[in-house]
């Protein structure tokens, strides 16, 4: 069943719409970070550009005299004349034209950031496998990536960040203060190459310092185990909503429904930050009959338009629970939402993000690139969670100070 969308958006272009990861999204959320201190790039990858100081025609009632004035102030009495890169200097303006609008989602990408949103949502990258973001002010890890060198080297989701060393590139820095773009700037790296990590974790005195050594990842969609009496319980760990999903879940459903004695699936989203939209409706539409998996609004006049379920699932009739918690956003939250309210499925766990609007990208050329929102999702019952998230309807909060996990456990116990 094909949606139905606004007249702008087509079939095609929504199965390209984003719903921007939010670690993304505080990662570039701001020209500054990229205009002024903090953006570390080769000055040979921006363009040269031949700048015209002609006004548009249909621009004409604005004043471009400041601007003007301060780039020739800049160019005429700055010390430092190599540091005066024009290429550098456009990308920069355009990254604090687009923060002006006050959203952080919407973002402009110069080619260095582009390509790591297309690799995070290829699954394919090189680095130590860690999704960061803050706790309050300090840089902390959201969680360590499935059999990644951070996961295999002890670090855990909570922990803070404090410093980072990478004595290849004479780095040795603490994080006060630093922005995501500068962190993932010198957490990433080649393949074979050592990052220092020190932490701290609620519960020790002492800091924590961890070497890794990055590697060049192909990360999954998801990972599938069983548990429960007899391995009862089907476990589906969904890691993200990226590319390779489709064909990993089709894959993952087939193993489930050949086993004679899978008696209940838990559908785990926890640290999901989300990817495509396209993603989360097709998965949806594996549980559920019929109905709108989410309620688009594109204009603020209150029109609506619904993704509706568009297959004959496989799980229509599986009992299912879905853990949740704070690092579920996004795609993770259309999901959520829509299994809790067309099959009343129970949420698990913690809160969730809260991430209510939709992004779609558009490459600009040079390997830049530009994500703008471009509406708001509702549940199919009308909540809008942006900056509230879904609460659960059983909440559990992990114990990080012991090995089991409690929420997944509850989950098991709902289906047993």
Same mark, same amino acid.
């Given at each position: ?8 958006? &087509? ?8 719903? *921007? @990861? ?5 990662? *570039? ?54 540091? %005066? ?24 990408? $110069? ?7 297309? !690799? ?7 680095? @130590?496998? %860690?999704?960061?973001?803050? #706790? ?58 050592? @990052? ?13 310092? =961890? ?10 969609? +998801?990972? +599938? ?10 476990? %589906? ?32 989203? #926890? ?9 989360? =409706? ?22 609506? &338009? !619904? ?14 629970? @879905?853990? %949740? ?24 766990? !913690? ?11 558009? /490459? ?15 549940? $199919?019952?009308?909540?809008?969670? &942006? ?6 309807? =059983? ?10 996990? /409690? ?10």
């Amino acid at each position: 069943m094909k949606p139905s969308f606004l007249p702008r958006i &087509n079939f095609v272009k929504a199965r390209k719409i984003i719903l *921007f @990861v939010f670690i993304a999204a505080l990662l *570039f959320g701001g020209g500054y970070f990229l205009g002024s201190s903090g953006f570390k790039a080769n000055l040979n990858k921006f363009p040269k550009v031949t700048i015209s100081r002609e006004t548009p025609p249909d621009k004409g009632n604005l004043d471009f005299s400041l601007f003007w004035r301060v780039w020739d102030s800049l160019s005429a009495k700055y010390y430092d004349k190599t540091k %005066i890169n024009p290429g550098k200097m456009v990308y920069g303006a355009i990254s604090g034209m687009v923060s002006a609008i006050g959203d952080p989602y919407t973002v402009f990408l $110069p080619p260095e950031k582009n390509k790591v949103i297309q !690799e995070d949502l290829g699954g394919s990258f090189e680095g @130590v496998g %860690i999704q960061i973001g803050y #706790r309050g002010t300090q840089l902390a890890v959201i969680a360590p990536l499935a059999d990644s060198p951070a996961e295999k080297a002890g670090v855990k989701a909570g922990d803070f960040i404090i410093g980072i060393k990478d004595a290849a590139d004479g780095a040795d820095t603490g994080t006060d203060g630093m922005s995501l773009a500068d962190a993932i700037s010198l957490i990433r790296g080649k393949a074979g190459t050592k @990052v220092t990590l020190t932490l701290l974790r609620d519960g020790s005195v002492e800091p924590i310092v =961890v070497e890794l050594t990055r590697e060049k990842m192909d990360v999954p969609s +998801l990972i +599938l185990s069983y548990s429960g009496e007899g391995g009862s319980i089907a476990h %589906i760990r969904l890691l993200k909503f990226g590319g390779e999903t489709d064909t990993e879940w089709t894959k993952t459903v087939r193993e489930i429904i050949k086993k004679d004695n899978v008696k209940g699936v838990v559908l785990d989203l #926890r640290n999901n930050p989300g990817g495509y939209l396209q993603g989360a =409706v097709d998965i949806a539409s594996e549980f559920l009959k019929n109905g709108s998996v989410a309620v688009i609004e594109e204009k603020g006049d209150g029109s609506k &338009n !619904e993704f509706k379920v568009q297959k004959l699932g496989l799980l229509l009739n599986m009992p299912t629970v @879905v853990l %949740i918690n704070g690092g579920s956003a996004s795609a993770s939250e259309i999901l959520a939402g829509a299994l809790r309210d067309i099959r009343k499925i129970s949420l698990v766990g !913690e809160k969730s993000f809260g991430k209510g609007t939709i992004q779609e990208p558009e /490459e600009l050329g040079g390997g830049a690139g530009i994500h703008i929102t471009i509406a708001r999702w509702l549940t $199919p019952n009308g909540t809008w969670v &942006n900056g509230k998230g879904l609460e659960p309807d =059983v909440k559990i909060e992990d114990d990080t100070k012991t090995a089991e996990d /409690e929420q997944l456990q509850k989950a098991i116990e709902l289906l047993q």
